[in-house]
């Protein structure tokens, strides 16, 4: 019965109340049911599919396509075992213990428990039950919480003609805290979504571990944010027949109207555009700095006193020493190179008269690897630069925190930040930088990869480009007395 078109007026009042308790009804049962309404796009079904030949997939996809929720219906499928007329992908025949697993806490409750079970708030039990697991179905009295986290819930699973056999376990976990959190179970169905920063090789191997015996699954639903990392590049060039990678853009999302991509486009970095709409890593060919010389080279000008300061050292051990030196204009927002260094490597008494005479007071930053211990000595690289007068800052190179909220030194977007101000005009280079420029002529990607050879300056670069604006120091800020300028809370938002 179609009570869209009814005319109310025309109606006597007690048919009005019958159709209104009827709507009411319909739309209790809709919200619910949420998942009985769903309707998959193509490559939606496609993934699914794949599901019957593939134990363990991947779906890299853009922004808002709808990555996440359509997960969150396949789990629901694997544990109720009601399956859909149009399914082809995997079924199980019994109940199950699934995995839904998140980078943080906040986000596995934000993203996961929120389009599985409608909320993100475990403690408002009306809306348990909107999400794609039906209310129903879920053991709603029973559920492990603290405070809105859901941790672990038992759902109903059906057989084959659609009468319950048992309970489904979905248990939600997190990454942060690394891979040791995965350890200890035999699992039937992992879901991960979005890439660990820090461990997503090593959490999907404990992944692999934890299925082996129950020849599970594993599904991976991700936006590749960080690049071309060892995880995607593990199922983008599969050989082996049995990884299964795929690709959803804004284009295969019909939700998405041409007007909302450019609005969305408009708001995007460009050097995200790809990443963002189509799902592609940050990845390509050729020169990583492909722009004209030109657009950055400025002849030399004295630095002003007001502007922030800071040199990078690229430590040579088994090949050259770097350091660059940059400058800060907050007023443009421009980051200037202004000086660099280059020498065999060496000990580093050897560079420390460079660095000082450049300006002993300029904050000097060190790769990460300069505070391992050596062998023998029991002492740091950072240490012995330190000794030779080095203005050293106590902690090494990190980028600019991200998303996470976690200290990392990822390559990728840190060479994204500095090109995109190379291609906006806030990223200069004086003339005299002739190493620079040399490096920057030479620097460049195979197979979607740096080639590391004659990068030194390039990496000295990155780590000065990208520590300067907060943990860069003033000259009047030396003279005043202070120690170094930095702000552990600078955020670039990538």
């Avoid at 428990?113 to 697991?133: N, S, W």
């Avoid at 300029?362 to 990460?368: D, K, R, S």
Wanted: charged share 25%; aromatic share 12%; with cysteine.
């Amino acid at each position: 019965m179609d009570l869209s078109n009814i005319d109310f007026d025309t109606l006597p009042d007690h048919i009005k109340w019958q159709v209104i308790e009827l709507l009411e009804e319909r739309e209790r049962v809709i919200k619910y049911n949420r998942i009985n309404v769903f309707e998959p796009y193509k490559f939606q079904k496609d993934f699914y599919k794949a599901g019957a030949t593939f134990k363990r997939r991947f779906l890299c996809a853009a922004n808002r396509v709808g990555k996440s929720f359509s997960e969150a219906v396949e789990v629901s499928y694997h544990l109720t075992g009601l399956y859909p007329e149009w399914w082809e992908g995997h079924r199980f025949k019994k109940p199950i213990l699934c995995w839904a697993v998140g980078i943080t806490g906040d986000s596995t409750r934000k993203v996961l428990q929120k389009e599985l079970f409608g909320t993100p708030m475990g403690k408002d039990t009306e809306a348990v039950g909107t999400g794609a697991i039906p209310r129903d179905l879920i053991d709603i009295e029973n559920i492990e919480k603290d405070g809105n986290i859901i941790k672990i819930a038992k759902i109903k699973h059906h057989d084959a003609n659609g009468h319950m056999d048992g309970w489904s376990t979905l248990e939600f976990r997190s990454t942060q805290q690394g891979e040791h959190v995965l350890m200890g179970a035999t699992v039937d169905y992992i879901w991960l979504d979005e890439e660990d920063p820090f461990h997503s090789m090593e959490i999907y191997s404990q992944c692999v571990t934890r299925t082996a015996t129950t020849g599970g699954l594993i599904t991976t639903t991700a936006t590749p944010e960080n690049g071309l990392t060892k995880l995607v590049d593990l199922f983008m060039k599969d050989t082996t027949g049995y990884l299964y990678f795929q690709n959803a853009t804004w284009d295969d999302a019909p939700h998405l109207d041409e007007e909302t991509k450019k609005e969305l486009l408009a708001s995007i970095p460009a050097w995200q555009h790809e990443m963002r709409s189509r799902g592609i890593p940050m990845m390509g060919e050729g020169l990583v700095y492909d722009i004209a010389e030109s657009s950055v080279a400025m002849d030399p000008i004295e630095i002003p006193q007001h502007w922030r300061r800071l040199c990078a050292v690229d430590i040579g051990i088994s090949h050259d020493t770097a350091a660059v030196w940059t400058a800060y204009d907050a007023a443009t927002d421009t980051i200037y190179v202004y000086d660099c260094y280059h020498a065999d490597a060496g000990v580093p008494s050897m560079h420390a008269t460079a660095i000082n005479a450049r300006g002993g007071w300029i904050p000097v930053i060190l790769p990460h690897d300069a505070d391992n211990t050596e062998r023998g000595s029991g002492r740091s690289v950072a240490s012995y630069y330190a000794e030779a007068g080095v203005n050293v800052m106590p902690e090494t190179f990190y980028n600019p925190l991200d998303w996470t909220g976690k200290k990392n030194n990822f390559v990728e977007p840190g060479i994204m930040e500095i090109l995109q101000r190379m291609k906006t005009g806030r990223f200069k280079v004086f003339s005299t930088c002739g190493r620079v420029f040399e490096e920057i002529r030479r620097y460049h990607r195979r197979d979607g990869k740096i080639v590391k050879d004659f990068d030194d300056t390039m990496d000295a670069m990155r780590y000065s480009s990208l520590s300067v604006v907060a943990r860069g120091m003033s000259a009047g800020e030396a003279s005043a007395g202070f120690k170094s300028a930095y702000n552990d809370n600078w955020n670039y938002n990538y």
